[in-house]
C-alpha cells in the first residue's frame, strides 16, 4: 500500500509498458486475495486511485485500459466505495471514462458494463449517474436525451446494434447482457424510467425475450433473458415507460411466463398486472397470481426471500403491493351480475389482514403518542396501495354469511378497520388516491356492520393477533366516543338558574 503514490504518478506521467505494469500492481492491490484494501484505497482520503484509473480508460493500449477496467471492478464492489465513485469528485471522470470504452465498442465493453451494474446497487446514485452527459469545456450542458455521448444513449446504441441472436458468451453478447443489468437497476427510479420509455430501449428488452430459444425453466440467474424481464418489470411500474413496454408489445410476449411456477413466473405476472392484462389471461382463474405475489408480500415484510427464486430486498414492498392492487382491479374489473366477485381469489383472510397491517403500521408510525410500532414500518406508496387494494377486494370481503346472521364480531371488526382507514385518510403523506380509497373503503365497510361477514372477521382477527404480537396499543382504532359531556353553558344558561353567579337555590 505504501507503493500506491508513486504508481499512480507513473501512471498519470508515463506510457505504454510503464503505466500498463503500474496499473497491473495496483490491479493486485485490490484482486481478490487483497479484498481488505478496496476501502482504504478509495475512502481513506490518503490516495486519489480513481482519477489515474479513468484516465487509464482512454488509453489506446489494450493492456493498460483492461487492467484499469478490471481494477475499477473490484473498487466498485464494496457499498462505502460505490458512493465515492458515482457521486465524488472523481465520479464525471470514473463514469465519463467507463461510457468512452462502451461508446467505442472496445472488448473491454462488458468489464465497463460490469463495473457500472455494481455503482448502481447503490439507489442513492441512479438518478445522478443516468444524467450523466458530458460536453466539451465551455460547452452548455445538454439534457442526456440530446446527447449521443451520455450514459443512456451510449446504452440504448448498444442493445440496437446488438445482433438479434448474439453469441453467447462472445464479447458483444456479454456487453450486452450486462447492460442489461445495469438498466435494471436504473430503471427502478421512476424518473429514470420516463426517461428509458422517450428511447427504443423497451422495445430491445422485449426483442431480448421474443428472440430467446431458451424456455424461462432454464434462464440462470444473470442472464440476458433474466436481465431483461426484471427491465420489464421495472419499466412496467413507471406511468413514463408503461406504454412504451404496451407498443413494443411487452403484454403478448410475457404473457405465457406466467405460468412458469417460479421466479420467472412471478417477475410476469407483477408486469403484466402493471401493464393491465385482462383477468381472464391471468393462469388458472387468476389463483397462481394471488398466491405468489401475497407471499411475496410477506417475505418482504418478514425480511426473509424465498429460497432458489429470490433473496430478500430484489423486490421492494412498493412493488409487491402495487402488483396486489392492480391484480384486485382487474379482477373486479371482469365481475359480471352473477353474485360471486372475482376477487375472491384475492381475499383469503391472510392477505385482506397483511394489507390491514400495512396501512395501520403507517398509521402507527406517524403517530407520536402510540405505544409499539412495526419492526418493518412501510413506506407511504405500499400503504396507498394496500389501501387501494382493499377497497378493490371489498365484494368479497364483505360477502354476507350464508344463512345471514348477526354478529357482533363483525360489528367490532367493521368500527376498527374503519376508523383505521379514515385515520390513514387524514395523514398528511397520504395522497389524494390514497385518501379517496380509504375513505370510501371506511364508508363502505362501516355501512357493513351488523350482518356476518365471515371473511372480514377472520381477516381482522389475524390483524388484532398481529397487533398483539408486536405489542402494539389494541385501542388504537376503537372509537373513543362514549356520550356527550355536558355542564351548564348551553342554549338554556340565559335562564336566572342556571347561571352559576345567581342567587337560585336548585331543591
Same mark, same amino acid.
Given at each position: ?90 465520479? +464525471? ?94 430503471? #427502478? ?31 440462470? +440467474? ?24 404496451? #407498443? ?17 413466473? =412471478? ?38 426471500? #424465498? ?36 376477487? #375472491? ?8 389482514? =397483511? ?18 410500532? +412495526? ?133
Amino acid at each position: 500500500m505504501e507503493d500506491i503514490p508513486e504508481l499512480l504518478e507513473t501512471m498519470m506521467n508515463e506510457k505504454r509498458e510503464k503505466s500498463a505494469a503500474a496499473t497491473k500492481r495496483i490491479y493486485e492491490l485490490c484482486d481478490v486475495g487483497h479484498k481488505q484494501n478496496r476501502v482504504p484505497m478509495v475512502c481513506s482520503g490518503k490516495y486519489d486511485v480513481l482519477t489515474p484509473l479513468a484516465q487509464c480508460l482512454t488509453q489506446e493500449s489494450g493492456d493498460g485500459r483492461h487492467l484499469a477496467c478490471l481494477a475499477l471492478n473490484n473498487l466498485s464492489i464494496p457499498t462505502e466505495n460505490k458512493r465515492v465513485m458515482a457521486l465524488g469528485p472523481s465520479s +464525471s471522470a470514473v463514469i465519463g471514462g467507463l461510457c468512452k470504452v462502451i461508446a467505442e465498442d472496445k472488448q473491454e465493453s462488458y468489464l465497463c458494463c460490469i463495473c457500472l451494474m455494481n455503482l448502481s446497487f447503490l439507489e442513492a446514485s441512479i438518478t445522478t449517474m443516468l444524467q450523466h452527459s458530458p460536453v466539451p469545456e465551455g460547452k452548455d450542458p445538454k439534457p442526456p436525451l440530446d446527447n449521443p455521448e451520455s450514459l443512456i444513449r451510449i446504452l440504448e446504441k448498444l442493445l440496437k446494434n446488438a445482433p438479434a441472436v448474439p453469441k453467447s458468451g462472445s464479447g458483444k453478447s456479454e456487453g450486452v447482457r450486462w447492460a442489461c443489468g445495469l438498466i435494471k437497476n436504473l430503471a #427502478k427510479s421512476e424518473e429514470n424510467a420516463a426517461l428509458f420509455g422517450k428511447t427504443d430501449i423497451p422495445k430491445c428488452v422485449v426483442d431480448n425475450i421474443k428472440n430467446t430459444s431458451a424456455p424461462p425453466s432454464r434462464w440462470t +440467474s444473470n442472464s440476458l433473458e433474466d436481465f431483461s424481464l426484471f427491465v420489464i418489470l421495472n419499466l412496467a411500474q413507471w406511468p413514463g415507460s408503461r406504454e412504451a413496454l404496451i #407498443k413494443a408489445g411487452a403484454i403478448d410476449v410475457i404473457k405465457p411466463i406466467m405460468a412458469e411456477g417460479d421466479l420467472q413466473g =412471478l417477475k410476469a405476472t407483477m408486469a403484466c398486472a402493471f401493464l393491465g392484462t385482462s383477468w381472464g389471461d391471468f393462469p388458472e382463474s387468476g389463483s397462481t397470481a394471488a398466491k405468489s405475489v401475497s407471499e411475496l408480500m410477506t417475505n418482504i415484510i418478514e425480511k426473509k426471500g #424465498k429460497d432458489g427464486q429470490y433473496a430478500y430486498g430484489v423486490f421492494k414492498l412498493y412493488t409487491s403491493t402495487k402488483a396486489y392492487r392492480d391484480l384486485s382491479a382487474a379482477a373486479r374489473a371482469a365481475d359480471g351480475d352473477s353474485g360471486d366477485s372475482n376477487t #375472491k381469489v384475492l381475499a383469503v383472510p391472510s392477505a385482506v389482514a =397483511l394489507c390491514m397491517q400495512i396501512v395501520s403500521d403507517l398509521v402507527l408510525a406517524a403517530d407520536d403518542e402510540a405505544n409499539g410500532g +412495526s419492526k418493518y414500518v412501510p413506506d407511504v406508496k405500499s400503504a396507498e396501495y394496500s389501501a387501494a387494494a382493499i377497497q378493490n377486494m371489498l365484494p368479497a370481503i364483505l360477502q354476507a354469511g350464508d344463512p345471514p346472521r348477526k354478529s357482533i364480531q363483525s360489528e367490532k371488526a367493521c368500527g376498527e378497520i374503519s376508523t383505521m382507514l379514515m385515520q390513514y385518510a387524514q395523514l398528511s403523506g397520504t395522497s389524494a388516491e390514497g385518501k379517496e380509497c380509504a375513505l370510501k373503503a371506511a364508508e363502505e365497510i362501516k355501512a357493513a356492520a351488523g350482518s356476518a361477514r365471515p371473511i372480514l372477521e377472520i381477516s381482522h382477527d389475524l390483524w388484532t393477533q398481529y397487533r398483539k404480537r408486536e405489542g402494539q396499543p389494541l385501542d388504537q382504532f376503537i372509537s373513543q366516543e362514549k356520550g356527550i359531556e355536558v355542564d351548564e353553558s348551553g342554549p338554556l344558561d340565559f335562564l336566572p338558574c342556571v347561571n352559576s353567579d345567581s342567587s337560585c337555590n336548585i331543591l
